[in-house]
């Protein structure tokens, strides 16, 4: 079974700096990782995944994150954040075989001028 | 081409009561996942269905029910409501053979009272 772990519930921030948002993840199988970003009264949208291959993953609207196995973390960033990024950011985990998504209880991300 | 559709957006019920809530799929996608997001959570899976047949199944109760028909939509059925199964109902449709990709519809927001 996976589990998904973000750390910070809440990430305030003002426009035009830099912003990481923590996701930790458990399995004891081969996984697939995701972001995805609900903005208010919306679904998902998915702004990247990681398969396999280059542990950086570039994705939507200028944000990347980076696999890192060993300390299995996903951390997603943007070097440089606007208004409309303010939104809630969800972490998410699938085993290699069922399409099944666990994901995170997410991150708000609240950007302020 | 349109994207995932759920219907109806908002749905008010009383305890006791029966829902149905509904998906149709992106264009091209043969698989339909539905998913519970409860307020401030992140969503959890609820089934998974593929080829009209219920593939795989998180831990929810059997009052919780689904079905697929050929078109590939689908329909989330809940009996004997709660007040804890309001919440927003998430349906994400996937192409069998690309495990990785899952589009999301808006949702719909059940409220039981």
């Known amino acids: 079974a996976q589990s998904v772990t973000q750390l910070d519930s809440q990430v305030p921030v003002f426009e035009e700096a830099p912003v990481e948002l923590r996701c930790n993840y458990s399995s004891s199988v081969s996984v697939y990782l995701f972001w995805y970003v609900q903005y208010p009264n919306q679904g998902l949208q998915l702004l990247l995944k990681?398969?396999?291959?280059?542990?950086l993953v570039k994705g939507i609207n200028g944000f990347e994150a980076e696999f890192n196995k060993s300390q299995t973390s996903f951390h997603l960033r943007k070097p440089s954040v606007h208004i409309s990024d303010t939104a809630e950011y969800f972490c998410a985990v699938s085993g290699t075989g069922f399409q099944k998504l666990v994901f995170g209880t997410g991150t708000r991300l609240l950007v302020s001028p | 081409d349109a994207g995932v559709t759920q219907s109806p957006t908002h749905l008010i019920k009383t305890r006791g009561q029966q829902v149905t809530l509904r998906c149709s799929p992106k264009s091209g996608h043969d698989t339909v996942s539905w998913y519970q997001q409860a307020l401030g959570q992140g969503p959890q899976f609820i089934f998974q269905?593929?080829?009209?047949?219920?593939?795989q199944r998180g831990n929810f109760p059997d009052r919780f029910s689904g079905h697929q028909f050929p078109n590939y939509s689908s329909e989330l059925n809940v009996n004997a409501l709660l007040l804890g199964d309001s919440a927003l109902y998430l349906c994400a449709s996937s192409l069998a053979g690309v495990k990785y990709e899952q589009y999301f519809g808006p949702g719909t927001r059940l409220t039981v009272t």
């Open positions: 269905y593929y080829e009209e047949e219920e593939r």
């Open positions: 990681y398969l396999s291959g280059s542990t």
